[in-house]
């Protein structure tokens, strides 16, 4: 059901009379309740290149500058600031005008999810609008999401010239995931962040510290996939750190990048391009095109797979020491085929999953072909030897398994402890360390007329039995891990969960 406020109209001159501590600020839009610190938002004026420009205007999102229109993009609930720059100066009263009839009529149609924002705005001059949209504060319930738009379409620069629709900026509201923590009793859930807007998100370290974020440059509903923002989170300190390039806990490209202990890595940057100064980080270069690189179990070394720009089957095996710079390489020990996307056919990087006694990874038999050809890479003798796990071969063989890796779930199989078969796969799971105890989120059967909830649920795989931890999660909860003293379990959901 789409929701229709009434539109305040402000005429240009009903422009130059609104006046706030700054006769240049106005605030319009539907009859809501704005705070105190909404009425005082200002901004200072941001260096543009006016010269450079080809569009007429460009509509920039301020806490995401690489965020530009044209464009669909994905913000949070909280007030966000945007920033207008024209090509030509414009006449104030039309833009703002045009701003409002356009959000206006998109709440007309039925059921899309628009609404109008409170606009504020701030005139730095007459070639850059400071844009505030705040959200009403009463939204419809039944909807997990809204959408505004910011389009000039029908102003007016001084000159008469009346701008066209071809450049807005629509911005798609998700209420953010956050992380919280769960006691393994699950008689305490407690908060851990306060992100801003909704992102996929992964833990990268073993210690379960830093989190990998990537925000969606633009929104759709499809598979397409686009560019991303990343940034990494410290879970102690609270400090979101973003990065100018692509992060990735399993690196393909050239063989000059930086492998972060904390869990990423990255191609090296360009020159120009400053990335944030990181202890952690080391430049490795290799001889060589890195078709897939990892981490070892204990961070001191990155495994990979490395050919020509071009080779596709049989590739080197590159044990590389982090703290002496030094490689270890089997030349052509890596058999088979690179891996292959099932659904778009692209080439994927050779993934390495270390448990400290072997590494093992999957190429293909064949080119064309989805069946595995299975290995693994013994630290003790330093050789590549055959693996057989208890997964159909074409079908992925990716797995997590308990420390001592007694127990394993196939993510295409089950739980396993050696070839016997224990339970079915769970699609969210994840093994308590220095336990044989599984937990993962099953949703619950809800009576009719009541909303599906989920549960954690524990398996123990040595006893065989399954116990439910928590009830009555809300059904967008996922499970990120569990802390390394087995105490607590760590899970993100958009909605608070009860105490």
């Given at each position: 059901m789409s929701i229709v406020?009434?539109?305040?109209?402000?005429?240009?001159?009903?422009?130059?009379?609104?006046?706030?501590?700054?006769?240049?600020?106005?605030?319009?839009?539907?009859?809501?309740?704005?705070?105190?610190?909404?009425?005082?938002?200002?901004?200072k004026e941001l260096p543009f290149d006016y010269a450079a420009m080809k569009e007429d205007v460009v509509i920039q999102l301020n806490d995401a500058p690489q965020l530009r229109s044209p464009r669909r993009a994905v913000v949070g609930p909280a007030p966000q600031?945007?920033?207008?720059?024209?090509?030509?100066?414009?006449?104030?009263?039309?833009?703002?005008?045009?701003?409002?009839?356009n959000a206006q009529e998109e709440t007309k149609k039925v059921d899309l999810g628009f609404v109008e924002p409170i606009f504020t705005f701030h005139w730095v001059h007459d070639r850059q609008l400071q844009l505030l949209a705040t959200l009403p504060d009463t939204l419809a319930?039944?909807?997990?999401?809204?959408?505004?738009?910011?389009?000039?379409?029908?102003?007016?620069?001084?000159k008469g010239t009346v701008f066209d629709d071809t450049n807005n900026f629509s911005s798609v509201?998700?209420?953010?995931?956050?992380?919280?923590?769960?006691?393994?009793?699950?008689?305490?859930?407690?908060?851990?962040?306060?992100?801003?807007?909704?992102?996929?998100?992964e833990f990268i370290d073993p210690e379960e510290r830093y989190v990998l974020l990537e925000r969606f440059t633009e929104y759709c509903e499809c598979d397409a996939r686009f560019p991303m923002l990343y940034s990494i989170y410290d879970t102690q300190t609270k400090e979101l750190t973003a990065y100018p390039v692509e992060l990735t806990d399993n690196y393909s490209g050239a063989g000059d990048f930086m492998a972060d202990r904390r869990g990423f890595f990255f191609a090296h940057p360009p020159k120009g391009t400053e990335v944030p100064k990181s202890d952690f980080a080391t430049r490795i270069k290799v001889d060589g095109y890195v078709h897939g690189a990892s981490f070892s179990h204990d961070r001191k070394h990155v495994l990979m797979a490395v050919g020509k720009t071009e080779q596709k089957k049989d590739l080197d095996l590159v044990v590389y020491d982090l703290a002496?710079?030094?490689?270890?390489?089997?030349?052509?020990?890596?058999?088979?085929?690179?891996?292959?996307?099932?659904?778009?056919g692209q080439v994927q990087p050779v993934s390495f999953i270390d448990d400290g006694r072997y590494a093992t990874?999957?190429?293909?038999?064949?080119?064309?072909?989805?069946?595995?050809?299975?290995?693994?890479?013994?630290?003790?003798?330093?050789?590549?030897?055959?693996?057989?796990p208890p997964v159909p071969k074409e079908a992925w063989s990716g797995y997590i398994q308990s420390t001592d890796g007694a127990y394993q779930m196939y993510w295409n199989a089950g739980v396993f402890k050696g070839d016997v078969k224990l339970k079915?796969?769970?699609?969210?799971?994840?093994?308590?360390?220095?336990?044989?105890?599984?937990?993962?989120?099953?949703?619950?059967?809800?009576?009719?007329?009541?909303?599906?909830?989920?549960?954690?649920?524990?398996?123990?795989?040595?006893?065989?039995?399954?116990?439910?931890?928590?009830?009555?999660?809300?059904?967008?909860?996922?499970?990120?891990?569990?802390?390394?003293?087995?105490?607590?379990?760590?899970?993100?959901?958009?909605?608070?969960?009860?105490?």
């Amino acid at each position: 059901m789409s929701i229709v406020f009434a539109l305040l109209i402000m005429t240009g001159s009903d422009f130059a009379q609104a006046t706030s501590t700054d006769s240049r600020i106005a605030q319009t839009g539907p009859s809501h309740t704005t705070s105190q610190t909404t009425k005082e938002w200002k901004q200072k004026e941001l260096p543009f290149d006016y010269a450079a420009m080809k569009e007429d205007v460009v509509i920039q999102l301020n806490d995401a500058p690489q965020l530009r229109s044209p464009r669909r993009a994905v913000v949070g609930p909280a007030p966000q600031a945007y920033t207008l720059f024209f090509k030509e100066a414009v006449n104030p009263g039309t833009v703002e005008a045009a701003i409002r009839k356009n959000a206006q009529e998109e709440t007309k149609k039925v059921d899309l999810g628009f609404v109008e924002p409170i606009f504020t705005f701030h005139w730095v001059h007459d070639r850059q609008l400071q844009l505030l949209a705040t959200l009403p504060d009463t939204l419809a319930k039944d909807r997990s999401w809204t959408e505004y738009v910011i389009n000039v379409a029908g102003a007016k620069t001084v000159k008469g010239t009346v701008f066209d629709d071809t450049n807005n900026f629509s911005s798609v509201v998700f209420a953010p995931s956050q992380i919280w923590r769960v006691s393994v009793d699950g008689k305490v859930k407690e908060k851990m962040t306060d992100f801003a807007v909704r992102t996929p998100m992964e833990f990268i370290d073993p210690e379960e510290r830093y989190v990998l974020l990537e925000r969606f440059t633009e929104y759709c509903e499809c598979d397409a996939r686009f560019p991303m923002l990343y940034s990494i989170y410290d879970t102690q300190t609270k400090e979101l750190t973003a990065y100018p390039v692509e992060l990735t806990d399993n690196y393909s490209g050239a063989g000059d990048f930086m492998a972060d202990r904390r869990g990423f890595f990255f191609a090296h940057p360009p020159k120009g391009t400053e990335v944030p100064k990181s202890d952690f980080a080391t430049r490795i270069k290799v001889d060589g095109y890195v078709h897939g690189a990892s981490f070892s179990h204990d961070r001191k070394h990155v495994l990979m797979a490395v050919g020509k720009t071009e080779q596709k089957k049989d590739l080197d095996l590159v044990v590389y020491d982090l703290a002496t710079a030094k490689e270890r390489r089997l030349p052509g020990v890596i058999k088979g085929w690179v891996p292959t996307d099932e659904m778009n056919g692209q080439v994927q990087p050779v993934s390495f999953i270390d448990d400290g006694r072997y590494a093992t990874f999957e190429m293909r038999t064949e080119e064309e072909s989805f069946e595995e050809l299975r290995q693994r890479y013994d630290w003790q003798s330093g050789k590549v030897i055959s693996w057989n796990p208890p997964v159909p071969k074409e079908a992925w063989s990716g797995y997590i398994q308990s420390t001592d890796g007694a127990y394993q779930m196939y993510w295409n199989a089950g739980v396993f402890k050696g070839d016997v078969k224990l339970k079915e796969m769970k699609p969210e799971a994840v093994w308590i360390p220095g336990t044989h105890h599984l937990v993962y989120i099953d949703w619950e059967k809800a009576e009719q007329g009541a909303e599906s909830v989920s549960s954690l649920f524990l398996f123990d795989a040595d006893r065989k039995q399954q116990s439910v931890l928590v009830k009555g999660l809300p059904t967008s909860v996922s499970i990120l891990g569990a802390s390394n003293d087995g105490k607590w379990l760590y899970v993100t959901t958009p909605e608070l969960l009860a105490p």
